[in-house]
């Protein structure tokens, strides 16, 4: 059975061919049905609209063929494949707009290569500071160890507070090395953007000179 769609689609299909019949002289309709019967008929078949139909003129001589006309499915299908499509045009506009900025944003190599060290940079800078705190953590460390000295060494026999120094001491060491692993970590994954960004920078700066000396005029020959 024929959807809502279908049957709208092929009492359009038979409008249009019906109104080119009264254009161009009557026309006969003849097409073989799913049983195998061929039909023949004035107007447009509605046993048919699964299958093609030829369009015969007085003569018999065939003036056009009608195709079947679309069911719910393939309209469906034929919708997701525009969509398809066009998703893939915006995909490209925006791929070109990209481009654009960032042949913008880095005219050349060098401009590239001082921001890839500016952002390296403010990492660095947090690393140095971690660093500078486990520093300072391990002078304190050494003045724990002094006052462990008067308890023969034995932390389970300092008191309390002394082991809650050493506890806090070790977790604030281990915080600023988890913190500095993350940043080395973080420092690779800029490297990695760079150099996937200076790569495509390569491509779009040649076809940018490529552009400009086929704009540049010959020189003249002496």
């Known amino acids: 059975m024929l959807g809502v769609g279908a049957l709208a689609a092929c009492v359009s299909a038979a409008a249009l061919a019906q109104a080119s019949g009264q254009a161009s002289g009557p026309e006969v309709y003849t097409c073989i049905d799913k049983n195998g019967r061929r ?14 139909q030829r369009v015969l003129d007085a003569s018999g001589a065939e003036r056009r063929r009608i195709g079947p006309a679309l069911s719910e499915h393939e309209r469906s299908a034929q919708e997701a494949e525009r969509r398809k499509r066009a998703q893939a045009q915006a995909q490209e506009l925006a791929d070109r707009r990209a481009e654009r900025v960032l042949i913008t944003r880095y005219p050349d190599e060098a401009a590239h290569q001082e921001e890839r060290r500016g952002a390296l940079s403010q990492v660095d800078d947090a690393i140095a500071m971690a660093k500078g705190r486990i520093s300072q953590l391990q002078a304190d460390r050494k003045k724990l160890d002094q006052e462990l000295e008067f308890y023969n060494g034995a ?18 060491i281990g915080e600023q090395e988890r913190f500095i692993l993350a940043k080395q970590q973080e420092k690779r994954r800029i490297n990695a953007h760079f150099d996937a960004e200076l790569a495509k920078l390569r491509v779009l700066w040649a076809q940018q000179r490529a552009a400009q000396e086929a704009l540049s005029p010959a020189p003249i020959k002496p």
Not at 41 to 46: A, N, V
Not at 155 to 172: G, I, S, T
């Open 155 to 172: 932390l389970a026999k300092a008191p309390v507070r002394l082991q809650h120094a050493f506890a806090d001491n070790d977790e604030a």
């Open 39 to 52: 039909i023949t008929s004035d107007r447009f078949i509605q046993e048919c609209s699964d299958r093609e």
